[in-house]
């Protein structure tokens, strides 16, 4: 099992630019999740999906948004990049949540920079 | 919601000695707390984890402790060594419906 990948690894975008973030998981859990992690903040939830066909915003969702078509796929889109979305973006996956397994799996990371 | 603050927010030891790491929580309904650590240019991974039920969890040098009284828990790392490096996060959740809530991290140094 390849467990949770994430597609670029790394990008750099103009101000204004749009891109999708891809994020994949082999372990056909019910949970996605997209975090943003910058110096001093910890990890913040942008959004998450409990299911396939199903988003729902977290913490910090502005500038952003998700599709979950697939079970296995969760997509984070910026239709207009700025430079306060220059981040490190990781993408999470964990089982139902309605079982007693509630780990979170996390993916390598994306390190996006918008100049 | 819930609010999980974590600290320190740096700690460095010698190697051998131990690690505390402080974490509180506002939620009383929360009742799953996992540790994650994460090297550097890596994705974060689950250490240890603790739910409500129990007071204490521990796993060969790594150990969680947890008051519902008080709200807060702490992971205890014994005999320290330059691999333990990294940054380290604590975070709780309620509901099984509910995503994790995490603190802002802490970044462990180890020296030899």
């Known amino acids: 099992n390849a467990g949770v990948t994430q597609t670029p690894k790394f990008r750099v975008l103009k101000t204004g630019q749009s891109m999708t973030l891809l994020c994949a998981q082999d372990?056909?859990?019910?949970?996605m999740y997209w975090y943003r992690q910058d110096p001093g903040m910890g990890l913040r939830l942008i959004h998450y999906?409990?299911?396939?066909?199903?988003?729902a915003k977290g913490e910090v969702p502005d500038g952003y948004n998700v599709s979950r078509l697939k079970k296995q796929n969760f997509l984070l889109g910026l239709e207009s990049a700025a430079p306060s979305q220059t981040s490190v973006y990781f993408c999470a996956s964990s089982p139902s949540g309605f079982t007693r397994t509630d780990t979170q799996y996390f993916g390598p990371g994306t390190r996006l920079t918008v100049l | 919601g819930e609010n999980v603050e974590q600290h320190p927010s740096t700690l460095s030891v010698q190697e051998g000695d131990s690690a505390v790491i402080k974490c509180t929580y506002s939620?009383?309904?929360?009742?799953?707390f996992p540790w994650y650590k994460q090297e550097l240019g890596k994705g974060p991974q689950l250490i240890i984890d603790?739910?409500?039920?129990?007071g204490e969890k521990k796993d060969q040098r790594i150990a969680v402790t947890l008051n519902k009284t008080a709200k807060h828990f702490s992971l205890h790392i014994t005999e320290t060594q330059p691999e333990d490096s990294a940054v380290y996060f604590c975070?709780?959740?309620?509901?099984?419906?509910?995503?994790?809530?995490f603190g802002k991290g802490t970044r462990l140094s180890v020296i030899a």
């Open positions: 999906s409990v299911g396939e066909g199903t988003t």
């Open positions: 975070a709780a959740k309620s509901t099984y419906a509910t995503p994790l809530v």
């Open positions: 372990m056909n859990h019910e949970y």
């Open positions: 939620d009383s309904a929360s009742n799953y």
């Open positions: 603790i739910r409500s039920n129990v």
